[in-house]
């Protein structure tokens, strides 16, 4: 049997390519003579930046001083692949920087994406950068990195009359890492999106995400305030955009700097060459730490699935928790959705992560 193994991170448990390799060993252990592919993925989230190295080895990384949401230093990176450079807002931005008691996004900012996108810019010959949108701590469309190139007016918008709301005033040192002149003149910018989601409304930046990342249902209201008062100064459609609220609203950002989205996941997989692979694979096992409703709208597990469906490859997901409905996640290509939580309990699935992986997949070898 031909196994293609292209995983997600399982967050806060396990990289991709560490849950690709628990998954290979389970595997091993059953069915040690059958042709094990790993392909480790990322959306646009955490980890973006380490499989495109993976996938373009020629590629040089440089560290990038930085803040992260509170205002912190940080050192985030940039990947330059060609004329193309590759930057992950979540080096700056992401969820990860925060302890549970830190997440509030009405506090946190994206300033810290501001000098990675001008590192990027002033690399000599890029003509492109990538920004990798995901797995944020902030909601508030990029306003600090829009005043930093010239768009003080979203800024002021977040705001509002007489709100001191200023998202990410605790990292405005990451102002003073950036140019008084950065532009990015010359450049095309592309958002590489982990959701298809809108900036505002039921299925925008605030009420879905706002929660995940510690606003409480008066915060997302106030949030929600915020983020229609900057979808008025945009240019029409934006705030519309599938994708606009992708990462807090960087989405958004990117769409008023003149730039386009999409899909981090198909981007990837043409990076990695993931659609050959897919041709030639019996069974394909990905996975990530919590398969929901979520996980079918542009995400890993998504993409996979619809490919692998595509080809009439079954598509089997490894999940520290699942909470989609089985009619969803069949409708979207998975063929069977496992949960290391259900299966081994929260407190192994968590602490063992690894583990838990490796003897799932055992289990589905063994059929």
């Given at each position: 049997?031909?196994?293609?193994?292209?995983?997600?991170?399982?967050?806060?448990?396990?990289?991709?390519?560490?849950?690709?390799?628990?998954?290979?060993?389970?595997?091993?252990?059953?069915?040690?003579?059958?042709?094990?592919?790993?392909?480790?993925?990322?959306?646009?989230?955490?980890?973006?930046?380490?499989?495109?190295?993976?996938?373009?080895?020629?590629g040089?990384?440089?560290?990038?001083?930085?803040?992260?949401?509170?205002?912190?230093?940080?050192?985030?990176?940039?990947?330059?692949?060609?004329d193309?450079?590759?930057?992950?807002?979540?080096?700056?931005?992401?969820?990860?920087?925060?302890?549970p008691?830190?997440?509030?996004?009405?506090?946190a900012?994206?300033?810290?994406?501001?000098?990675?996108?001008?590192?990027?810019?002033?690399?000599?010959?890029?003509?492109?950068?990538?920004?990798?949108?995901?797995?944020?701590a902030?909601?508030d469309?990029g306003?600090?990195?829009?005043?930093?190139?010239?768009?003080?007016?979203?800024?002021?918008?977040?705001?509002?009359?007489?709100?001191?709301?200023?998202?990410?005033?605790?990292?405005?040192?990451?102002?003073d890492?950036?140019?008084?002149?950065?532009?990015l003149a010359?450049?095309?910018?592309?958002?590489?999106?982990?959701?298809?989601?809108?900036?505002t409304?039921?299925?925008?930046?605030?009420?879905?995400?706002?929660?995940?990342?510690g606003?409480?249902?008066?915060?997302?209201?106030?949030?929600?305030?915020?983020?229609t008062?900057v979808?008025?100064?945009?240019?029409?459609?934006?705030?519309?955009?599938?994708?606009?609220?992708?990462?807090?609203?960087?989405?958004?950002?990117?769409?008023?700097?003149?730039?386009?989205?999409?899909?981090?996941?198909q981007?990837?997989?043409?990076?990695?060459?993931?659609?050959?692979?897919?041709?030639?694979?019996?069974?394909?096992?990905?996975?990530?730490?919590?398969?929901?409703?979520?996980?079918?709208?542009?995400?890993?597990?998504?993409?996979?699935?619809?490919?692998?469906?595509?080809?009439?490859?079954?598509?089997?997901?490894?999940?520290?928790?699942?909470?989609?409905?089985?009619?969803?996640?069949?409708?979207?290509?998975?063929?069977?959705?496992?949960?290391?939580?259900?299966?081994?309990?929260?407190?192994?699935?968590?602490?063992?992560?690894?583990?838990?992986?490796?003897?799932?997949?055992?289990?589905?070898?063994?059929?």
């Amino acid at each position: 049997m031909r196994l293609l193994i292209c995983p997600d991170k399982f967050a806060g448990t396990l990289s991709a390519p560490d849950a690709a390799e628990a998954v290979a060993e389970g595997w091993r252990s059953v069915r040690p003579d059958d042709d094990l592919v790993l392909r480790p993925l990322a959306d646009g989230g955490p980890g973006f930046v380490d499989v495109l190295a993976a996938a373009h080895p020629e590629g040089k990384r440089f560290p990038v001083p930085t803040a992260d949401p509170l205002g912190r230093p940080v050192t985030g990176e940039i990947l330059i692949v060609g004329d193309t450079a590759y930057v992950e807002s979540a080096h700056a931005c992401g969820l990860h920087h925060l302890s549970p008691a830190e997440r509030d996004p009405r506090r946190a900012g994206s300033a810290g994406l501001l000098p990675l996108l001008t590192a990027a810019a002033e690399v000599d010959g890029v003509r492109r950068i990538v920004i990798g949108l995901g797995g944020s701590a902030t909601n508030d469309a990029g306003v600090r990195v829009l005043a930093g190139l010239g768009r003080p007016e979203a800024l002021a918008a977040y705001a509002g009359n007489g709100d001191d709301a200023d998202p990410g005033a605790a990292a405005g040192a990451a102002s003073d890492m950036t140019p008084e002149t950065a532009t990015l003149a010359g450049i095309e910018l592309i958002g590489a999106t982990d959701v298809d989601n809108p900036l505002t409304g039921p299925r925008g930046a605030s009420r879905v995400f706002g929660p995940q990342k510690g606003a409480d249902p008066a915060a997302v209201e106030e949030l929600e305030a915020a983020l229609t008062r900057v979808a008025s100064v945009l240019a029409e459609g934006i705030a519309e955009t599938p994708g606009a609220g992708a990462a807090g609203g960087l989405g958004a950002a990117i769409l008023a700097l003149g730039g386009r989205l999409t899909s981090g996941i198909q981007l990837v997989r043409d990076a990695i060459g993931l659609d050959a692979e897919l041709r030639q694979a019996d069974l394909v096992i990905t996975g990530e730490g919590s398969f929901d409703e979520q996980s079918l709208h542009g995400k890993v597990i998504d993409g996979v699935a619809g490919a692998g469906a595509a080809l009439g490859v079954p598509v089997v997901v490894i999940a520290g928790r699942v909470t989609a409905k089985p009619a969803a996640w069949h409708a979207a290509g998975v063929t069977d959705a496992l949960s290391l939580s259900e299966e081994f309990g929260l407190e192994r699935a968590l602490g063992d992560a690894r583990g838990c992986v490796r003897e799932m997949a055992a289990r589905v070898a063994v059929g």
